[in-house]
């Protein structure tokens, strides 16, 4: 199976490139982006050493679809999606923070308030809380937002307070971030998952606030089947999830968190053949479709040829 881990094109009226963890960002004209989505893996902040076949048509059709799907909610960046992973929209000034919010607490905030924290970005947690209990509402715990390494967990009042985000386009983000998560629980609920946990990236252009980047993805959001939750969850049993955590927690058992002296496993064609049909099996479950594998041809001339010919379209 192929895998998309490097894209290096040169489009018409490129003024700029940004290669991501996962994403390649073509800035056209400084006005339009066209986003790549590679087979890359990213955990810990760190690449995996070996591409994810169809990783990147997963996420970049999830997007697409909510993107289109919360539209009424917010206005988003996507123009169109000229190939299986590609998707090019508008260039907006992007905030140098990233919404996330929780519904239960799992994953690293569960680590943290397992080591005895009891607030997570200004917001308070009451004791005696269990792994993957739902909170009363969901909370928002924000992140600045890295170049690279680690981004940074931060309150509301201090993005306020340094003057990251007005206290205008913030109320605006957290109104959009409630609204889109509620938006994204229902349609998860539908399919039997549960929406547990995301990011949203906003940023602005013509005075206005977008939602940029992806939405609801496995790599960005954190899934639990519905069926089975409250069970476990009375049991002390891990939660059967469809996320990127599966990755973090193999990791973590094969010794690895990227932390010193520590050394990444290898990452077999088995076990990149697994992750793959894993990433396929959130496809199908929180969309309700059938997965359909774009044809197996030179990735990256079949993406060049179709985002050349949207982009002349776009003339």
């Known amino acids: 199976m192929k895998a ?6 040169h489009f018409e009226g490129q ?12 800035t056209i004209n400084d006005d339009l982006l066209v986003m790549v989505a590679t087979d890359r893996i990213s955990a810990f902040d760190v690449i995996l050493p070996k591409g994810i076949p169809y990783k990147g048509q997963v996420l970049n059709q999830i997007a697409a679809k909510f993107l289109d799907d919360t539209a009424d909610i917010c206005p988003n960046w996507k123009l169109g999606t000229p190939d299986p992973m590609v998707t090019v929209g508008l260039k907006c000034e992007g905030f140098r923070v990233e919404m996330i ?14 080591e005895g924290c009891r607030e997570i970005c200004g917001v308070v947690l009451p004791d005696g809380m269990k792994e993957n209990q739902r909170f009363p509402e969901p909370i928002i715990t924000p992140t600045t937002k890295a170049d690279e390494g680690h981004d940074m967990n931060i309150s509301k009042e201090e993005i306020i307070q340094q003057g990251i985000v007005s206290a205008e386009d913030y109320a605006v983000m957290e109104d959009y971030t409630r609204r889109l998560f509620a938006r994204g629980q229902e349609i998860a609920a539908k399919h039997g998952l549960i929406l547990v ?10 005075g206005k606030v977008y939602l940029i980047d992806e939405i609801h993805t496995p ?3 954190r ?4 069926e089975g939750y409250e069970d476990r969850f009375l049991q002390g049993l891990p939660q059967r999830q469809l996320s990127k955590e599966f990755v973090r927690q193999w990791l973590i058992e094969q010794g690895f968190m990227n932390e010193p002296g520590q050394q990444m ?11 793959s049909d894993r990433y396929i099996e959130l496809y199908e479950h929180i969309t309700g479709e059938q997965f359909e ?20 379209s776009l003339q």
């Open 101 to 114: 919010i929780r519904s239960i607490l799992t994953g690293s905030a569960w680590r943290a308030y397992k």
């Open 15 to 26: 003024t700029n490139v940004y290669h991501g963890k996962v994403r390649d960002v073509y």
């Open 265 to 275: 496993p290898e990452i077999t064609d088995e076990y990149a053949s697994s992750v």
């Open 223 to 226: 899934y639990f089947y519905s």
């Open 197 to 206: 946990d995301t990011k949203y990236e906003f940023g602005k252009r013509d």
């Open 293 to 312: 594998k774009a044809a197996e041809v030179d990735l990256s001339n079949r993406i060049e040829e179709n985002v050349n010919q949207y982009l002349a």
């Open 219 to 221: 790599d960005s959001s």
């Open 4 to 9: 998309l881990t490097n894209t290096d094109y």
